[in-house]
């Protein structure tokens, strides 16, 4: 089976990689599974762990930083030999590689492992807008470096780019940036900004497909999707009651609403009104707080003679959720029989 947990929130702030072993061991181990593949992102990366996984007779499919990796490793992912092109918006490659890892007690292992990396249009334009001033303030200090001011949150943003020494080319001397004006390493920040829509992913599963290896990472921020929707549309906390019987009853509602919303936003893809990602991107069509405010919005308003009239049936999600489940509402008044027969009529989907 495939599995993916949260780490103990107690361990504070130990890097998530040397967390794992403890989860595992405190979440997994008293379950009596005959395998499971851990999936996870980049933080629990480390060779030692993925080794104690498969000494355990279980697999793994994690994300590697390319920055991280080494340069020939980060040419060979930006070589487009062997790509496999989905579109023009996505493509994807893998290999198999042995590894030499040293265990706990430095004695060496060697594995094999599948490494898959894809590069995707959609992953390229999201980095590029959330990186949007940076890449623009590199751009101008290229320019004009006359100009160069340094606010601190930019300080912030290109810390990780300071070169820690350069050598004066003059006397040949070794110059220590902490006792001078920082300069700026473009090497690093013209690789940064080349990986940019590139991901790359290390698992056990050498005869997975490459595109199931991909989906079934993606699954993981699935999962994490459900943890956001849960505290933010949802409100699962802060919680306001004490006794253990109302926090029981106040999850149980919370995870009911969670399995209506997703049922609303299965429909919702199944009715193909929302474009799909062909980049394989999971989608859930629309958002949980954008389902919530419209189907807030679906009111019953009572007129006279005992006539009712729904509002705001105009509005653009609400027209989208009532297509999906095949509910078609007239431009007109009802009647409270009219009104019962209409719920009657209404398709049950499972």
């Not at 599963?205 to 505290?231: P, S």
Request: include cysteine; glycine fraction near 2%.
């Amino acid at each position: 089976m495939v599995f993916q947990f949260r780490l103990n929130p107690s361990l504070g702030n130990t890097l998530d990689h040397l967390t794992l072993k403890p989860a595992l061991k405190n979440n997994i181990d008293n379950f009596e599974f005959s395998r499971f593949i851990l999936i996870s992102d980049r933080g629990i990366f480390q060779y030692r762990n993925l080794l104690n996984v498969l000494q355990a007779g279980n697999g793994y499919i994690v994300a590697k930083s390319l920055l991280k990796s080494t340069q020939k490793e980060r040419d060979w992912t930006y070589d487009d030999n062997d790509y496999v092109k989905v579109s023009e918006n996505f493509k994807y490659k893998s290999r198999v590689v042995k590894r030499i890892i040293k265990d706990e007690n430095n004695i060496k292992h060697t594995i094999e492992e599948k490494v898959v990396v894809y590069w995707s249009k959609k992953f390229q334009e999201r980095a590029e807008k959330e990186n949007k001033s940076f890449l623009d303030f590199i751009n101008k200090l290229q320019d004009t470096p006359e100009n160069f001011r340094l606010t601190a949150l930019q300080n912030k943003s290109i810390r990780n780019f300071l070169k820690k020494e350069y050598i004066n080319k003059c006397t040949g001397e070794i110059l220590i940036s902490s006792e001078i004006k920082p300069m700026l390493d473009f090497e690093k920040i013209n690789a940064y900004t080349k990986s940019l829509g590139y991901y790359q992913i290390v698992t056990s599963e050498l005869n997975m497909a490459e595109t199931e290896v991909i989906d079934k990472y993606h699954g993981l921020t699935q999962i994490e999707e459900q943890f956001r929707t849960m505290k933010s549309t949802l409100e699962t906390r802060p919680l306001y009651v004490r006794t253990p019987e109302h926090i029981e009853a106040h999850l149980l509602i919370c995870l009911i609403s969670l399995i209506i919303l997703r049922i609303i936003q299965k429909r919702i893809i199944a009715s193909n009104q929302i474009p799909i990602s062909e980049d394989m991107y999971w989608t859930t069509g629309i958002n949980g707080n954008r389902i919530q405010d419209a189907l807030n919005k679906w009111l019953v308003d009572l007129m006279p003679n005992q006539l009712y009239r729904f509002m705001n049936i105009e509005d653009h999600d609400l027209q989208i959720i009532l297509k999906a489940f095949e509910i078609t509402i007239p431009k007109k008044l009802f009647t409270l029989g009219e009104l019962k027969n209409l719920k009657t009529n209404i398709k049950v989907f499972i």
